[in-house]
């Protein structure tokens, strides 16, 4: 059974369109959404990400906003799994309290902040488990075998089993090469019985079928990215099919990674 | 954890009632908050600059230098044209812009670049806004024969120019950064990106005294000889600072140059402020007032509205909107113009151990002119916010008060900023006529 983790960012290229995405993934079969919020600065993300960041800014997104798309998300595909990325300046201005509060309240199921490591978190994984929520931790196989142990700890003794894995050591969007580093770091997380979560850098049916096996769910990011701004740069300016065509452009490249041509 | 005081010269004593440890945190500013794939060659960093930097041999190399490469001493300049005709304290100018490559810049430059050496990385990357970092850490590359490549905004290569040219010379691979606003703080990013995807074999050289631990400790300790040189010219003369100021962007220089009269903050009100009377000085940071207040038009965070956040991996006061969205900021001069304040100084300033205050652009372009005319100083515009400042304050001070303002690089590299602000009509012509000749020789 092959499981994604489809990646889009709030409001790119507009905020219809990106719940129209939203929609594409899931029909397309994703198991998972994982919806970025855009920040200014996003240092974790690779080049067309960032971009898609940008033009989502220029467009004008707010959290208020951000939110209401995810509830209504949340309202629309209630059988999948929710997960909000974003980094540690969104999440602290207003009190990480208060951005819990409205992720909770708007469906969403888990967080993903790269840049609020479980030991400099300040209590967001605690505030985030009292919630209910899983806080997702970034994982990377050059992980110090240490640290690593203090964090599978830290989530054992909260029943967390979510684990987001960046294969590689890099940055979303080149190409993932499964070796045999990536591969043994990919089953001891298993053993464990933990849900991996693992991607960067996925683009085609071979590299979701290699995964797979190792994995809860493979995360597709950039390559999403990459098809949206095509389908709405083909079909342009503002034609009331062009939800529709975004949807079923993103649905298709979502089937044909699940699917074998 | 070893004792700051290994790394810094501090003593002991003067590190006083403060954690004496390297923690990464000013109370709760700093910190490494970053993603899990940078924090290994982070805490590789950190190791190495515990144990390499106290060593005699790097302390030797290090020192050796600072003196023949970047020509330090710099000179601690008395000010009395100014002092006469403006009454009040003394003025002294640290006259930092004359080491090499014009600013304070190449001395972290060389100490970060002589690690790298002997940590065996194979290439040093860097991030810049204005250029003089990154024109600081081609030199030094040059000078130690590692390839080098400097992350700049576009905005910022197309205000610069001369100083991608002159990177260039210096054999460093400048690469233009189109993302974000396209200025240093997209420099920035793009650094930290090209690290975690080379952390084995690449050393980050970061410009200023901000970001992840340990870079501010690690900058700090390395423009520490700001402050060292500057207490013991000084001390030469029979003399104590009463007051230091300097202009703040990421907060390397005002760091280094207040560095050995930070600590302790005492809880007695008058030694944390310093007074004329007291033994600490008053120091003084001085912040980009840009065009004036308003969203965008300044890069004012501890005397503005600077808010705590967390950007870039480090937690300090940042220029942000009500979502945590980092905002666009203005200075005449690129040094200054960045959203973000170093964590040691932020948590010195709402210590009150550091008063923060504003200059404007113009008031840093006629303080430029004014020493020019009255001092044959050239000031660059960053450091003249600090002259600005100094100007303004002389004549509060009592005839015994000595106050020293850090000049932390000097004026050549602004020809094209200044030109166009104080003469414009003549440049205009001139750059015509450079334009019209490059026109014939083709
Ligand atoms: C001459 C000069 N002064 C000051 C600065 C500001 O940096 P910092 O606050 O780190 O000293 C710069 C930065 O480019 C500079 O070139």
Not at chain 1, 87 to 103: C, H, K, M, P, T
Not at chain 2, 78 to 95: C, M
Not at chain 2, 377 to 404: N, Q
Request: net charge negative; with cysteine.
């Amino acid at each position: 059974m092959k499981k994604l983790m489809c990646h889009l960012v709030a409001g790119y290229p507009t905020m219809n369109l990106s719940f129209q995405a939203a929609l594409g993934m899931v029909e397309g079969g994703a198991s998972y959404l994982e919806v970025q919020f855009p920040f200014s600065d996003p240092t974790a993300d690779g080049p067309r990400i960032q971009e898609a960041c940008v033009q989502a800014l220029d467009g004008g997104f707010t959290l208020r906003e951000g939110f209401l798309m995810v509830r209504r998300l949340s309202r629309t595909i209630p059988e999948i799994p929710l997960f909000l990325m974003s980094y540690a300046s969104l999440v602290v201005r207003r009190g990480i309290s208060w951005f819990l509060d409205q992720a909770k309240e708007a469906g969403v199921q888990g967080l993903i902040v790269p840049d609020l490591p479980f030991d400099q978190d300040e209590g967001y994984y605690e505030a985030a488990w009292e919630r209910g929520l899983h806080p997702i931790s970034v994982v990377v196989p050059t992980m110090d075998s240490k640290r690593l142990d203090q964090l599978l700890g830290l989530l054992q003794s909260h029943g967390e089993r979510y684990i987001y894995v960046a294969l590689r050591t890099g940055i979303t969007g080149d190409p993932t090469n499964l070796s045999d580093e990536n591969l043994s770091f990919l089953n001891m997380l298993a053993a464990k019985e933990l849900k991996v979560l693992a991607g960067f850098g996925i683009s085609s049916y071979g590299q979701v079928e290699a995964l797979s096996p190792y994995v809860e769910a493979v995360v597709v990011g950039s390559y999403l990215v990459g098809i949206i701004r095509e389908s709405t740069t083909r079909f342009g300016g503002s034609s009331p099919d062009q939800g529709e065509s975004l949807k079923r452009a993103v649905a298709k490249a979502v089937s044909t990674l699940i699917h074998p041509v | 954890m070893r004792a700051r005081s290994l790394v810094d010269g501090y003593s002991k004593q003067e590190v006083g009632n403060n954690p004496p440890i390297l923690t990464g945190f000013f109370g709760s500013f700093g910190g490494r908050y970053v993603a899990e794939v940078l924090r290994k060659p982070l805490h590789e960093l950190e190791e190495a600059f515990l144990s390499i930097v106290p060593s005699k041999e790097f302390q030797e190399e290090y020192q050796a230098k600072l003196k023949s490469f970047v020509g330090r001493p710099t000179p601690l300049y008395y000010a009395e044209n100014t002092t006469r005709l403006l009454g009040g304290g003394r003025l002294y100018i640290k006259l930092e812009g004359l080491a090499a490559t014009g600013a304070h810049k190449i001395n972290n430059a060389l100490g970060q670049g002589l690690l790298a050496k002997r940590m065996g990385k194979k290439r040093v990357i860097a991030e810049t806004g204005a250029g003089q970092h990154g024109v600081a850490v081609a030199a030094v590359c040059a000078h130690l024969g590692i390839p080098c490549r400097v992350y700049m905004g576009e905005v910022d290569m197309m205000r610069q120019k001369p100083n991608v040219f002159w990177m260039e010379r210096y054999g460093a691979e400048v690469v233009g950064v189109s993302s974000g606003s396209r200025t240093l703080k997209d420099a920035v990013n793009e650094a930290l990106r090209d690290w975690a995807s080379h952390p084995e074999d690449t050393f980050y050289i970061l410009g200023s005294a901000l970001g992840p631990s340990p870079y501010p400790d690690m900058v700090r300790t390395f423009q520490s000889i700001i402050g060292v040189e500057t207490k013991e010219q000084l001390a030469s003369l029979g003399l104590k600072p009463t007051a230091l100021i300097a202009c703040v962007g990421g907060g390397s220089n005002a760091i280094g140059f207040f560095s050995p009269y930070l600590y302790p903050i005492d809880e007695s009100e008058e030694r944390i402020k310093g007074t004329e009377t007291s033994n600490m000085p008053r120091l003084i940071g001085v912040e980009a007032g840009g065009r004036g207040p308003g969203k965008g038009q300044h890069a004012a965070r501890m005397s503005g509205e600077g808010k705590v956040g967390i950007v870039q991996g480090y937690k300090s006061r940042f220029l942000l909107d009500e979502d945590g969205q980092v905002l666009p900021t203005h200075s005449v001069s690129a040094g200054l113009d960045y959203p973000g304040i170093g964590p040691e100084l932020a948590y010195l300033g709402d210590r009150g151990r550091i008063e923060f205050i504003t200059a404007t652009d113009r008031q840093a372009i006629e303080a430029m002119d004014f020493f020019a005319r009255t001092e044959g100083i050239l000031f660059a515009l960053e450091s003249a916010h600090g002259g600005a400042a100094a100007l303004r304050l002389l004549p509060s001070f009592s005839k015994e008060a000595v106050v020293v303002v850090n000049m932390s690089g000097r004026g050549d590299k602004d020809l094209f900023i200044t030109a166009r602000e104080l003469d414009r009509e003549r440049w205009r012509e001139f750059l015509q006529r450079e334009v019209d000749s490059l026109g014939d020789a083709l």
